[in-house]
């Protein structure tokens, strides 16, 4: 089954900076890798998603890139806000139908003004 | 569109009652939806998937008895704790699929913070 392994647990920079958060995933089939933001108390909200025949994907200060041979994806998000502070998953999909998504320990990201 | 509700948001309830948590796609028709648990500081572990018109299959560890799914329409799947205990108070969240031509991606719903005293 897929195993996905999240880093850093926490994550804190100036307002600003940049922010890297990294997943390894297990499954060399996995073909789907997402990531979501969620604040507390709330739902996990996606904030950008890539597929495995793209290797970056870019939405205005977040992009996410895949590296499918070492199977790995990264998100970065530039240009950090304080309003970007939040628990950040990555996921990937356990083989064996319905797509089901396994999550990443989580990063908790704290921007600071 | 692809809005997921959940009800109720938060509830309260005496250990060994039953609380039942409704998961709706509001605006598309979901034949399969997830349940999944978050307890405080922790990432969200899949419980189970609710297949609708038959049996919802099980993450390895869930009791399936304790845990009662049922996804009776294509908008609806409810989970129902069962003589709950404390240990069951965390953070319930449904998501729900689109159909065939989304692939993958899966919308949530608010959630159900649950408390078990």
């Known amino acids: 089954g897929e195993n996905v392994e999240q880093h850093p647990s926490t994550l804190s920079v100036q307002e600003g900076d940049s922010a890297v958060i990294k997943c390894t995933y297990s499954?060399?089939?996995?073909?789907?890798f997402p990531w979501y933001k969620q604040e507390l108390g709330k739902r996990p909200q996606l904030i950008i998603d890539?597929?495995?025949?793209?290797g970056e994907k870019k939405d205005q200060r977040i992009a996410v890139t895949l590296n499918k041979t070492a199977k790995h994806f990264s998100l970065h998000i530039t240009e950090t806000q304080p309003e970007d502070s939040a628990v950040y998953f990555c996921?990937?999909?356990?083989?064996?139908?319905?797509?089901?998504?396994?999550f990443g320990a989580g990063t908790r990201l704290a921007v600071h003004p | 569109g692809a809005v997921v509700s959940q009800h109720p948001s938060w509830v309260i309830c005496k250990s060994g009652t039953s609380v039942k948590i409704e998961c709706r796609s509001l605006?598309?028709?979901?034949?399969?939806m997830f349940w999944y648990r978050q307890f405080p500081k922790q990432s969200l572990m899949l419980m189970a998937t609710?297949?609708?018109?038959?049996?919802?299959?099980?993450e390895q560890g869930v009791e399936k008895d304790k845990f009662l799914i049922n996804h009776a329409s294509l908008t609806l799947s409810t989970l129902t704790v069962t003589s709950a205990h404390p240990e069951d108070s965390s953070f319930y969240i449904c998501?729900?699929?689109?159909?065939?031509?989304?692939?993958?991606?899966?919308?949530f719903g608010p959630g159900t913070r649950l408390t078990v005293l």
């Open positions: 998501s729900a699929r689109q159909p065939a031509g989304w692939a993958n991606e899966q919308f």
């Open positions: 499954d060399s089939a996995s073909n789907y």
């Open positions: 890539i597929r495995s025949n793209v």
């Open positions: 996921a990937a999909p356990l083989s064996g139908g319905y797509n089901k998504l396994i």
């Open positions: 605006d598309f028709q979901a034949t399969t």
């Open positions: 609710s297949n609708e018109g038959s049996k919802a299959t099980y």
